[in-house]
């Protein structure tokens, strides 16, 4: 069955830029979604369409797409930010919804 | 304003079947390319989808369970129903109900609305 690939955990300082990547076979075809999740709550979408931020989402939220790799980029983050990290797309005929693996982002 | 409610028994017992309950509002479960999924995830772990019903009533389900769970709706009471057969413990989990929107052509869509979640313990 078709996975998305996130490393397991991102640590940065308050005020860097943090990175997390999600691999997939069929990312150039489907687009990606990045969910923000935190403990006890529901995700919350940060991301659309690969790049798209939702309305009421911070502009350090941003996302990019090369290939078959989409990363999630925070910049200047902030203690608030500390979550578990989501990517979401589909295989290739878009029928079957797969999540990635998740990355939790922890700020020092 | 659009929400989603999960409902359901909190304890269930290995190799009985589970029943939740999805009760929607803010939108028709009857709009096009809008549909509801059911989304899980075991304590501390992934989310999981297990499946998705569309606004025309087609249906598709996880390929790993697909043969433990049926998904319908009852658009008139604004409810989706998930049932899933044989529980066993490792099926403890918080299980989501989300909206899915899919407004780019082929592109399976994302989840706009989540529910709060239910946790469902599968023990005897």
């Known amino acids: 069955s078709y996975e998305l690939t996130q490393p397991p955990s991102v640590s940065v300082s308050p005020g860097q830029t943090a ?3 999600c691999s997939g076979d069929a990312l150039p075809k489907q ?10 709550q ?13 309305s009421g989402i911070p502009e350090r939220f941003s996302g990019s797409s090369s290939g078959t790799t989409v990363t999630l980029t925070i910049s200047g983050v902030q203690a608030e930010d500390e979550a578990d990290y989501y990517c979401q ?7 079957f919804v797969v999540f990635g693996g998740g990355t939790k ?4 | 304003q659009v929400t989603l409610k999960e409902s359901g028994p909190v304890l269930v017992k290995p190799t009985e079947t589970l029943t939740l309950t999805c009760t929607v509002s803010g939108f028709s479960l009857s709009n096009a ?9 075991p304590p501390g772990k992934a989310l999981e989808w297990l499946a998705h019903i569309f606004s025309n009533d087609e249906k598709s389900y996880s390929t790993s369970l697909k043969s433990r769970l049926t998904i319908s709706k009852d658009t008139s009471k604004s409810q989706v129903v998930l049932t899933m057969t044989n529980m066993d413990p490792v099926d403890t989990a918080t299980y989501y109900c989300a909206r899915k929107l899919a407004p780019y052509g082929d592109d399976a869509g994302y989840f706009d609305y989540w ?3 239910t946790l469902v313990t599968v023990s005897s």
């Open chain 1, 31 to 40: 687009y990606a979604y990045w969910y923000q999740q935190k403990p006890g």
């Open chain 2, 115 to 117: 529910g709060q979640g």
């Open chain 1, 105 to 108: 982002l922890t700020v020092l």
């Open chain 1, 19 to 21: 990175r997390i990547t």
């Open chain 1, 89 to 95: 797309s589909a295989d290739s005929s878009g029928t």
């Open chain 2, 33 to 41: 390319r809008m549909g509801v999924s059911w989304i899980r995830q």
């Open chain 1, 42 to 54: 529901a995700p919350v979408l940060v991301i659309y369409k690969d790049s798209e931020r939702p």
